[in-house]
């Protein structure tokens, strides 16, 4: 094993363990720092039994058996359409709506006509009332979002009533109607303001408009209030708690449906996922999760080669055995013999080489052997001239054969070679 393939192995693993620890320390105090610090208000309208926010309706909810004490509240999560078709008609019951925003369909306006008109109560508190339900009670309601101050004072017809005057500075954009059913319709409160608008003359005219009513329907009756925020967590903790009670004893005291499924606040979750996706931190924390592991696996896919282990070579025995044998030659000072075998071995080379005859070394195979090898006719005419000469030596000495190796060598270094 190459020790520099371990240190790179060992240096990546190390630096891929050094990135992670890295990810899920900052994952980490992401989480923490997510849990530990203070939470902004959320003034965002809800109007949901369980939302504890300042316009949600835990509160009133909570104390909704209080109100009505001698009947059962039922919280309604489901479509107004399917709670009535399905209810005891036998059992008179009122129907609670509270939200900013409230439209039935066909189906819904049908049944909740029906429900009314068999001698029943809904009480709708919303700021926008449209729809079929909406016409055929004939009723009309606008909204009024240039104020000049932030306080609306809210006031009912009733006299009776131990508090006079209700103010609400927060979260309010005035509704009221513009049109009812003087036949069948009762005012029971009005609300005042004023108005900033530049194209009306009277700018600091206090406005007195109805925003609180009750319009008969066969034999049961709607009571609308174009004020939903009064019955907010927000208002019934403060000075305006009597608002709503005082609101609700227009309704019989009977079994009393709570509507938790037409809600601006209303949650639907269907999924671990969507759950994850609707917390803040729970949310952050996936997608560092996420962008972690896909680093993560960037830095760590990048391919890791199984370790190469090193091979040797094959060794050249032919060299080794020619090397011995020169050696062993060369011991011997049996030069004659050596020479011989060099001899030999270029006369081979040549054959191979250049394709030359060398069964008679002539003129004319000094002359083929030149223009072959790309070198001089003397140099190749010295060449084989000492080649011969020492053919014809009977005794050769240790000059003699480094003259020819000299010369065998200087000879092969051509282009080609």
Request: charged fraction near 20%; glycine fraction near 4%; aromatic fraction near 12%.
């Amino acid at each position: 094993m190459n020790p520099s393939t371990n240190k790179f192995n060992h240096n990546l693993g190390k630096r891929s363990k050094i990135i992670l620890g890295l990810l899920i320390a900052v994952l980490i105090g992401i989480i923490v720092t997510e849990i530990v610090r203070p939470r902004p208000i959320n003034w965002r309208p809800s109007y949901t039994s369980v939302s504890k926010i300042p316009f949600g309706c835990f509160v009133l909810f909570s104390e909704l058996p209080n109100i009505f004490s001698n009947n059962e509240i039922k919280s309604v999560e489901n479509s107004m359409y399917d709670v009535l078709i399905q209810r005891d008609s036998t059992i008179p019951s009122n129907y609670l709506i509270i939200n900013d925003f409230v439209y039935l369909d066909e189906q819904e306006t049908n049944q909740v006509l029906k429900y009314v008109a068999n001698g029943n109560q809904v009480f709708i508190a919303s700021s926008n009332l449209t729809g079929q339900l909406a016409d055929t009670l004939n009723i009309e309601i606008t909204q009024q979002y240039d104020i000049q101050e932030d306080s609306v004072r809210a006031s009912f017809s009733n006299q009776n009533f131990k508090q006079e005057h209700f103010y609400f500075e927060r979260g309010v954009d005035p509704s009221y109607f513009v049109s009812v059913d003087t036949a069948n319709t009762e005012i029971l409160g009005h609300i005042q303001f004023k108005t900033s608008s530049f194209l009306e003359d009277n700018k600091n005219e206090i406005k007195v408009r109805p925003n609180f009513i009750k319009t008969t329907f066969g034999e049961g009756s709607f009571i609308i209030n174009t004020l939903p925020v009064a019955y907010t967590n927000y208002y019934i903790l403060g000075d305006n708690r009597d608002y709503s009670t005082q609101s609700f004893s227009y309704l019989n005291n009977h079994l009393l449906y709570w509507d938790d499924y037409k809600k601006s606040g209303r949650k639907v979750i269907t999924s671990p996922m969507r759950f994850i996706l609707n917390q803040p931190a729970l949310k952050w924390s996936y997608y560092l999760l996420v962008v972690g592991l896909l680093l993560f696996v960037i830095f760590k896919a990048k391919r890791e080669q199984r370790i190469i282990p090193i091979i040797k070579p094959l060794e050249n025995s032919s060299v080794e055995f020619a090397k011995t044998v020169g050696s062993l030659y060369y011991q011997h000072r049996d030069y004659a013999n050596l020479n011989d075998k060099k001899i030999t071995y270029f006369l081979t080379y040549v054959r191979n080489r250049y394709y030359v005859n060398t069964t008679v070394l002539d003129e004319n195979f000094i002359t083929q052997l030149s223009a072959k090898a790309g070198k001089s006719r003397e140099e190749t005419k010295t060449l084989i001239d000492l080649i011969l000469s020492l053919k014809n030596k009977p005794i050769h000495t240790e000059q003699d054969s480094l003259a020819l190796v000299q010369k065998i060598n200087t000879f092969k270094q051509s282009y080609g070679r």
